[in-house]
C-alpha cells in the first residue's frame, strides 16, 4: 500500500501533507481518549505492541509488488479489535514512521500519503464496529461475517485510497488504470485472509483468560460495552 517515489510529485504532494496531518491529529485524539478513560500505561503498552504488528507486517511479511504499489497484510482490524482505536491509530503511524526512518528512508516524502492511506480505512472500521456490533457483545463472540465487514471496510478503504492516489499523481491513462485493477484485484487475497486470522487470534484471546482485564489488550475485547 505504499505510494512509491514518483507517483505524486510537484506540488501535489502537499495534498499528502494536509490529508495526513488531519489523520494524525484524528490518531492523537483518540489516543488520548484511550489515555483518559484507561490510562497512560495501557495506552503506551498497546500502542507499542500495534506498532510492533504493524513493523512486523511492512518489513518482515512478504509485500509483493504488484501494480501501482504493494501489497501488505497489515492486519488493521486485528490491532484495532486487540488494542483498541488509539493504540491502533497510534501503532500504525509508528510502525510506518520506523520503516521509513530506519529500513526506507526513500518512503519518508510519501509518510503523509501512506499515512493518510493507514489511519483514514481504521477510521472507518470503527464507525463501522460501532453499527454492526452490539454493544452487549465482546470482541472474543464476533462472527465470521461481522469480522469479514470490518476487514473488508479496512482493506477496502486501502484500495480506495492507493487508486485515489495513483489516478491523482499519473491520471486516467489505460496503464495507470491497468496497474490500479491489478493493485485491487491482488487485495482480494488480503481479503480471504485476513479475516481468518481475526478469528484465530481472537479465539487465542478467549482462550487465554489471563488477560481478562490486564492492560495488554483493550477491555472491550472481553467484555460489552
Request: a neutral charge.
Amino acid at each position: 500500500m505504499h505510494i512509491e517515489p514518483g507517483v505524486v510529485q510537484g506540488a501535489k504532494v502537499y495534498l499528502g501533507y494536509a490529508t495526513g496531518a488531519v489523520g494524525l491529529s484524528l490518531a492523537v485524539r483518540a489516543a488520548v481518549q484511550h489515555g483518559r478513560t484507561q490510562g497512560v500505561v495501557p495506552l503506551a503498552l498497546r500502542s507499542f505492541l500495534a506498532a510492533l504488528v504493524v513493523f512486523v507486517c511492512f518489513e518482515v511479511l512478504p509485500h509483493p509488488p504488484v501494480g501501482v504499489s504493494e501489497v501488505h497484510l497489515i492486519l488493521g482490524t486485528t490491532i484495532y479489535l486487540l488494542f483498541g482505536l488509539g493504540p491502533a491509530a497510534v501503532g500504525l503511524a509508528m510502525g510506518l514512521l520506523v520503516q521509513g526512518l530506519f529500513f526506507a528512508p526513500t518512503d519518508l516524502p510519501q509518510y503523509g500519503m501512506n499515512v493518510t492511506t493507514l489511519l483514514f480505512p481504521l477510521f472507518a472500521v470503527h464507525l463501522v464496529a460501532r453499527r454492526i456490533v452490539a454493544p452487549g457483545t465482546p470482541y472474543v463472540e464476533l462472527r465470521y461475517g461481522q469480522v469479514l465487514r470490518l476487514s473488508a471496510t479496512y482493506q477496502g478503504g486501502i484500495v480506495a485510497w492507493v487508486a485515489f492516489w495513483a489516478l491523482y499523481g499519473h491520471g486516467l491513462t489505460s496503464e495507470n488504470l491497468a496497474q490500479v485493477a491489478s493493485f485491487g484485484a491482488a487485495y482480494l487475497l488480503v481479503l480471504l485472509v485476513e479475516p481468518l486470522v481475526d478469528l484465530a487470534v481472537l479465539a487465542a484471546a478467549k482462550a487465554l483468560h489471563g488477560l481478562r482485564g490486564s492492560s495488554w489488550v483493550q477491555p472491550r475485547l472481553y467484555e460489552a460495552a
